[in-house]
């Protein structure tokens, strides 16, 4: 199904739907974050961009109901079974459902099956949820630009956040644990940075693009021992060979190479031996502190897999960010299976269900100071945190954050939640800033 849709430009093509839809849609007078959050990508927005991009979103409005039965047909036909065999709720009355979604809250119909939307309770709680499009169509950037209504420092880290070992070199500044780096390669040279021996260490290595997302070309090098290695997709090299193979897929881009690191023992059960991560989310708050609000814990589930990104075959479980507590995890596909939440680890049946994550108070002080202390002037960020033997290791950082993972593991909205709330005060305070600079 990715395949599909990356051929179409799916993203592209519900971000511009999708925006067009909310740009002239009604939204309701209750004075909620969700419905500030939605009105001030309405109207804020709007002024924003391009008068190109506004032609752009007219000229959409006529095609809108026609897309809108195009994509409940298909994600009817991937996905209405199964869901009539788990619900009882016929073919039928879930595409009228996916419609009447669409024109009322502009989400559109692969979001009535990934936020389960077929359950009247959630349906009724359908326009308090944030949009993907929204926050990475215009709110982020919106924030960003003015620092969440706050003065904008000079020096701004922006430029850290992109470049993995300039994220790094950041983390190092301030303390921040994070996994080390033993090479760079870009453009056929090889840069040693934590190794100053000859060839390569002869440990398990991770490689990733320095600049790249999602896991995208990632590839993991285990040792043999004897000085073999053997690449995830089970070609064997020597260190010399390695070394060639990245100088020539450096020619094309730059990557990072670093140890493999392993999950904390307590946790090692819950994957396949690929790195399992924390999806983290903090704001800026009322106070001026940052306050961690949601979190995921990722788990690889394919055996090939070197990454564990939740929307290509990962599964993901809601994390209690009180108690560290795990909750059922699930997938994040476009389509959905009768058996779509887990309570235990479908390789090994390892318990996921309540499951308590060790180090969780340490990787919450991690968090907060290190949103406070060397990115302060993001108002929001998603980081990738590790759990290792001897504690959290902040593995990356995201800001622009989506809130599609968020909202499917933790089953339901988080527009009038704290998270939603947090962002409604920091764009109340932005678009204050911004038209008094006007």
């Not at 599909?4 to 909310?22: H, K, N, P, Q």
Request: charged fraction near 20%; glycine fraction near 8%; hydrophobic fraction near 40%.
């Amino acid at each position: 199904m990715t395949k599909i849709v990356s051929g179409w430009g799916f993203d592209r093509i519900t971000r511009e739907l999708s925006g067009a839809m909310w740009t002239f849609s009604r939204l309701p007078d209750d004075n909620s974050a969700a419905t500030f959050v939605h009105r001030c990508f309405q109207h804020e927005i709007w002024h924003e961009i391009r008068l190109r991009e506004r032609i752009v979103i007219c000229a959409a409005l006529p095609f809108v109901p026609l897309v809108i039965a195009v994509l409940a047909t298909v994600f009817t036909a991937l996905n209405g079974q199964a869901i009539k065999q788990r619900t009882g709720k016929g073919i039928t009355r879930q595409a009228r459902e996916q419609i009447g979604l669409a024109l009322r809250c502009a989400i559109l119909p692969p979001w009535y099956y990934i936020f389960e939307l077929h359950d009247d309770d959630k349906r009724q709680h359908a326009s308090e949820y944030v949009n993907r499009f929204e926050m990475k169509s215009g709110l982020y950037r919106l924030l960003r630009d003015y620092n969440g209504g706050l003065p904008v420092p000079a020096e701004r880290s922006t430029a850290y956040i992109k470049d993995k070992l300039r994220f790094m070199s950041r983390c190092r500044e301030f303390g921040i644990a994070t996994a080390p780096a033993l090479l760079s390669v870009a453009k056929g040279k090889i840069t040693a940075i934590d190794w100053s021996g000859p060839g390569l260490p002869e440990i398990d290595l991770f490689v990733k693009p320095l600049q790249g997302q999602n896991g995208k070309n990632a590839t993991r090098w285990d040792y043999l021992g004897s000085g073999q290695y053997r690449r995830n997709d089970g070609k064997n090299a020597t260190a010399n060979e390695v070394l060639e193979c990245l100088r020539q897929a450096s020619q094309r881009r730059a990557f990072l190479v670093q140890p493999r690191l392993v999950n904390h023992r307590e946790i090692a059960d819950l994957g396949n031996g690929t790195l399992a991560t924390i999806r983290v989310m903090s704001c800026r708050n009322e106070r001026g502190e940052f306050e961690v609000t949601n979190a995921v814990f990722r788990m690889a589930q394919n055996s090939t897999a070197v990454v564990d990104n939740f929307h290509t075959g990962g599964i993901a479980a809601n994390v209690d960010i009180h108690t560290g507590e795990l909750g059922r995890a699930t997938c994040g596909a476009w389509g959905s299976t009768v058996d779509g939440w887990y309570e235990q680890y479908y390789e090994n049946g390892a318990q996921i269900l309540h499951r308590k994550l060790p180090y969780w108070p340490e990787l919450i002080d991690l968090v907060r100071y290190a949103h406070g202390s060397a990115f302060s002037d993001q108002v929001l960020i998603g980081w990738d945190v590790a759990l290792l033997d001897n504690g959290p290791c902040m593995i990356a950082i995201n800001k622009a954050p989506d809130f599609d993972m968020l909202q499917r593991i933790g089953r339901g909205p988080v527009g009038n939640e704290r998270l939603g709330k947090l962002l409604a005060f920091n764009l109340m305070r932005t678009v204050a800033a911004k038209h008094h600079s006007v």
